[in-house]
């Protein structure tokens, strides 16, 4: 088991409303000893908090509570968790327990099967209604309170590697007949409830009838108030001091203020109870609604106290209510606009099927395809998509969603993956082609053998990135919300002190002296001074800063998903508008990775070895290597054996397997004559000390040789080619054209480098060839310690273990979603590919300008929203009183509506996204050289460029053309054909 003390925990947030919530939870948590970082995303309404194991996960839940918001738990997990050492918890349902049913024979008997499979599960907790004790194998598991036990569950964390969930559940369901387990936390299930939440359902049903019943109550409030004919019911008392009225508004105000505005008034006490800390908008809309109403309750006590029979007592009732009803409006339209903003997320989420049909014995379906039976030859079962184990036989219909990821093993079809990679039309696909869950079938059935389920599915874990996108918060987002946290006592003091200068004001000048709205209204100086105060606090809007950010990068990455691009995170996409050189790996980035033999020569006479023997050799070590030459030349060595590359192996035995990065790989190999040999393959590195003479048979080859070493002998060579990948010419000419510094970093032969970087024009000087894979990171280390870390900012572009060191490293790290998980999880960006015109090198255009258009939305929202606060505040002060113009408070309200709302509907904006095309009009020359030698150029050429370019002004200026889609200029673009 894993003894890491580090816990990861995420935590669903209700009742968060603008940038000061996120930011008040935020520091309450990151006050709790033991939590070392925190990261709590508005849109998504989740909060990400890593921990040491001393501080358990329901006391964060219960720090959030404290704040005001609800929180419920979802999952924690312990960072660092070892694959083979992960484990997974379900919760069951126990459906069918009746009076008739021994408890105890049942309990024993689930305890006696949990623990009969104790390889595969860890801990289990069963409860039981009614009972008066539980079963737990482990005691860490945290007690269950009996009292509270309202339905029959059994709790279990195990290892799907060791066990897989549909055999538990089909184990459990045949203890005891009549009694079924049912998954609780189920995908469909959790799809579903996500759904929900990212669409804001609930949000949006309360506040539109918040609303309704608001404009329901306070409109009678405001006619009452403001229509002319009133002398009959502003003259007709209940007793002396108590006109009807005020009465009639007492009553439908009281019942907005208590009962429609609660939600205010529990955020107001929740923020006088952590000691002024964590203030947010409901305390600025709590603190004017309540003094309009208290104010009015204390006017109607001193008219019955002084028995007044004349005149009504002033009352700002209307005012109340009205804003009750603008803010329940403007909710209701800001919710409404961020369930738009998910719409990315929600169609990922929606593609998740719920039930799966398979075929029952797996293991007999070969006999069954042997023999050319159809489908209703063998038995099927339709499960829960939850049931769904590796390496199970899924049946697909036309026109159905693939249950999972696999690969086809009966069948062909064509497969829309539009909604996961971007791909626009149908793929073509047959026997041996994978499939990504999620996807849908096209025309005719196949048969998939299920390789990746649940989390594990790609469909999963880019639902996961685009989520994760939402916490990792840009660093113009935080400040914002540092802003915004410290705003609201700001607007406070403001307020106060417009009531306070005013008022001394009125009663220290002339009557003639002061604006004729104190002169004109007839309710008196009083009665204006607190309307203004009032003003200030209602126009003042917080949430318009804490919205600029979250809501544009949500859906900036949403646009950014559905074009084939996975940005990791607002600080990704803030760091991506700086990007200025980019590097590109060569093999499976630039070039396709699926190489093809040109030549080979066995030299084998002094071992007295058969060319299949030799080939036989090569293959066996190379199926060890991830390494693309590696791929390639099992391929070719099985080709040449007649073997088929999924299915067969080779008849050795291998052992001591060593890979020597940036060299080759070596083993020991036993063949089935009983031989045994020493096997080294690798690249001119394993042979330049020991065997140089033979260097030469392949010195004017511009291709990738790889170097047969058996026995301590030279055993010949072979020679590969790589294809250039599709697009790959446009893509770095495009690039080029736009400024970017581009070049290619590998660890082939300076031959093989220069030929493919003529290929795809990148210039000579900035070509990096012969270098290792460990010292690719070196690459970025220098050219930054050359030309300064605040000058260069580097992208590098790769999809191989061996690019993981240089992803990282990199300012921006962009990974081929096709390359392994290791280069992925260490990128900032992954690529999944787009249209057919399009390859995944497309991504690396697609995510800089998408990058770039939601920066600049961000900042036109922030520009937006500071505006507004800064224009409005000073009306809503009375800094205009002396040219007659003045703020109302329901203008206020209104006012503030429009503003939070309006920032959503600009980063809505960012829909219009349109993904570049490369121009014909291509001006070769001056695409491929821009005058920078990434080798030897100093600091101050690099400055030079950047100057006559102008690509740093150009870009800073794109960024406030408003009006455009993206900041890029405005061509009609069309593909052209790769160059060789």
Same mark, same amino acid.
């Given at each position: 088991m894993s003894t890491n003390s580090e816990v990861e925990t995420v935590i669903s947030v209700g009742g968060m409303t603008c940038g000061a919530c996120s930011a008040s939870i935020t520091n309450t948590l990151e006050a709790l000893p033991g939590v070392t970082s925190v990261s709590?995303?508005?849109?998504?309404?989740? @909060?990400?908090?890593?921990?040491?194991?001393? &501080?358990?996960? !329901? #006391?964060?839940?219960? %720090?959030?509570?404290?704040?005001?918001?609800?929180?419920?738990?979802?999952?924690?997990?312990?960072?660092?968790?070892?694959?083979?050492?992960?484990?997974?918890? /379900?919760?069951?349902?126990? =459906?069918?327990?009746?009076?008739?049913?021994?408890?105890? @024979?049942?309990? +024993?008997?689930?305890?006696? +099967? &949990?623990? #009969?499979?104790? %390889?595969? =599960? /860890?801990?289990?907790?069963? @409860?039981?209604?009614?009972t008066n004790n539980d079963v737990t194998e482990d005691d860490q598991i945290e007690d269950t309170e009996l009292s509270k036990i309202l339905t029959d569950e059994l709790t279990i964390k195990f290892k799907p590697n060791y066990l897989g969930i549909r055999d538990l559940v089909d184990g459990l369901n045949s203890i005891q007949p009549g009694i079924e387990f049912i998954v609780l936390n189920s995908l469909d299930q959790s799809s579903a409830s996500q759904l929900k939440l990212l669409c804001k359902v609930k949000d949006i049903e309360y506040w539109r009838n918040n609303c309704i019943k608001c404009l329901v109550v306070g409109l009678p409030c405001l006619i009452l108030e403001h229509v002319e004919q009133r002398e009959f019911w502003k003259t007709k008392l209940v007793f002396p001091g108590l006109f009807w009225v005020t009465l009639i508004q007492l009553v439908l105000a009281s019942y907005v203020q208590l009962v429609l505005g609660a939600v205010f008034i529990k955020k107001f006490v929740l923020f006088v109870r952590n000691g002024f800390k964590g203030a947010s908008m409901d305390v600025l809309i709590c603190i004017s609604t309540v003094v309009s109403y208290l104010f009015s309750l204390t006017t109607i006590t001193l008219s019955v106290w002084y028995g007044e029979t004349e005149h009504p007592p002033k009352v700002l009732f209307d005012t109340m209510v009205m804003i009750i009803a603008f803010i329940s409006l403007g909710k209701l339209l800001e919710n409404k606009a961020k369930g738009a903003t998910s719409t990315a997320l929600s169609r990922l989420l929606s593609l998740t099927p719920?039930?799966?049909?398979?075929?029952?014995? %797996?293991?007999? +379906?070969?006999?069954?395809?042997?023999?050319?039976?159809?489908?209703?030859?063998? @038995?099927?079962?339709?499960?829960?998509?939850?049931? =769904?184990?590796?390496?199970?036989?899924?049946?697909?219909?036309?026109?159905?969603?693939?249950?999972?990821?696999g690969t086809i093993v009966f069948g062909e079809t064509e497969i829309d993956e539009s909604l996961i990679t971007g791909e626009s039309l149908p793929v073509h696909k047959q026997r041996g082609d994978p499939v990504i869950g999620g996807s849908i079938n096209g025309p005719h059935l196949i048969h998939i053998q299920v390789s990746k389920t649940g989390k594990k599915s790609q469909l999963q874990q880019i639902i996961n990135l685009v989520k994760?996108?939402?916490?990792?918060?840009?660093?113009?987002?935080?400040?914002?919300?540092?802003?915004? %946290?410290?705003?609201? !006592?700001?607007?406070?003091?403001?307020?106060?002190?417009?009531?306070?200068?005013?008022?001394?004001?009125?009663?220290?000048?002339?009557?003639?002296?002061?604006?004729?709205?104190?002169?004109?209204d007839s309710n008196g100086k009083f009665f204006v001074c607190l309307k203004l105060a009032i003003s200030v606090i209602v126009v003042a809007c917080p949430c318009a800063l804490g919205l600029a950010a979250p809501t544009a990068v949500m859906v900036g990455t949403g646009v950014g998903a559905t074009n084939g691009v996975l940005i990791k995170g607002g600080d990704i996409l803030e760091r991506s508008t $700086?990007?200025?050189?980019?590097?590109?790996?060569?093999?499976?980035?630039?070039?396709t990775g699926e190489m093809s033999l040109v030549n080979y020569n066995p030299n084998i006479e002094n071992l007295k070895l058969s060319v299949s023997d030799w080939w036989n050799l090569i293959g066996s070590v190379e199926n060890n290597s991830e390494h693309p030459i590696g791929r390639a030349l099992t391929k070719i060595a099985k080709d040449f054996l007649k073997l088929n590359f999924d299915e067969d192996q080779f008849d050795t035995i291998i052992d001591d397997v060593k890979v020597s990065t940036g060299v080759g790989i070596c083993a020991n190999v036993q063949l089935s004559s009983g031989a045994?040999?020493?096997?080294?393959? $690798?690249?001119?590195?394993?042979?330049?000390?020991s065997w140089p003479q033979f260097l030469s048979q392949v010195s004017e080859s511009n291709n990738t040789v790889s170097h047969v070493i058996i026995n301590s002998e030279y055993c010949g060579f072979v020679e590969l080619k790589d294809a250039l990948k599709q697009g790959s010419w446009d893509v770095i000419h495009h690039l080029q054209r736009h400024n970017y510094v581009v070049g290619m970093v590998t660890g082939d032969k300076r031959g093989v480098a220069l030929k493919i970087g003529k290929e795809v024009g990148i210039p000579e000087s900035n070509i990096f060839y012969e270098v290792s894979p460990i010292h690719k990171d070196a690459v970025i280390t220098d050219l930054k310690a050359r030309l300064g870390e605040d000058n260069v900012k580097i992208a590098f572009v790769g999809d191989g273990i061996n690019d993981a060191p240089a992803l990282a490293k990199a300012d921006i790290g962009m990974a081929i979603s096709s390359g392994t998980d290791i280069a992925i999880e260490s990128a900032d960006v992954v690529l999944l590919g787009g249209n057919r015109a399009q390859t995944d090198l497309y991504g690396v255009i697609n995510a800089l300008h998408i990058s770039n258009a939601t920066f600049s939305r961000i900042k036109v929202n922030f520009i937006w929203a500071a505006g507004y606060n800064i224009l409005m505040l000073?009306?809503?002060?009375?800094?205009? &009183?002396?040219?007659?113009?003045?703020?109302?408070?329901?203008?206020?309200?209104?006012?503030?509506?429009?503003?939070?709302?309006?920032?959503?509907?600009?980063?809505?904006?960012?829909?219009?996204?349109?993904?570049?095309?490369?121009?014909k009009s291509v001006d070769l020359e001056a695409a491929k050289i821009n005058g920078f030698n990434l080798k030897t150029g100093t600091l101050e050429e690099f400055n030079m460029l950047k100057r006559s370019s102008g690509f740093k002004l150009s870009r800073f200026f794109s960024r406030f053309k408003f009006l455009k889609r993206n900041n890029q200029e405005n061509h009609e673009y069309e593909l052209v054909p790769t160059q060789s």
């Open positions: 709590v995303s508005l849109m998504t309404e989740e @909060a990400l908090i890593k921990h040491d194991t001393s &501080l358990s996960s !329901p #006391s964060l839940v219960e %720090a959030i509570e404290d704040c005001g918001f609800t929180g419920k738990l979802l999952k924690s997990t312990p960072i660092g968790q070892e694959l083979e050492e992960e484990e997974e918890t /379900t919760c069951l349902k126990i =459906v069918g327990i009746t009076n008739t049913v021994d408890i105890n @024979a049942f309990r +024993y008997n689930i305890e006696a +099967y &949990l623990q #009969s499979c104790s %390889a595969g =599960v /860890t801990e289990f907790e069963l @409860a039981l209604k009614g719920s039930t799966c049909v398979i075929v029952k014995d %797996a293991a007999d +379906y070969q006999e069954f395809m042997k023999s050319k039976q159809q489908i209703q030859d063998f @038995a099927t079962r339709t499960i829960s998509i939850d049931l =769904v184990q590796p390496n199970d036989i899924a049946i697909v219909l036309p026109g159905g969603k693939i249950p999972a990821d994760d996108s939402q916490i990792n918060k840009a660093p113009v987002q935080r400040y914002s919300d540092y802003l915004a %946290a410290r705003f609201i !006592p700001t607007v406070i003091l403001l307020s106060i002190l417009t009531f306070v200068l005013w008022s001394i004001i009125c009663y220290t000048l002339h009557p003639d002296k002061l604006p004729k709205i104190f002169i004109k $700086g990007v200025n050189v980019i590097l590109f790996d060569k093999t499976g980035t630039l070039t045994k040999y020493n096997v080294q393959i $690798g690249n001119h590195k394993l042979i330049e000390k000073p009306f809503a002060m009375g800094c205009f &009183l002396p040219l007659n113009v003045m703020l109302p408070p329901i203008a206020a309200g209104a006012a503030m509506m429009l503003s939070s709302v309006s920032v959503v509907l600009s980063s809505l904006m960012l829909k219009n996204w349109k993904a570049p095309k490369i121009s």
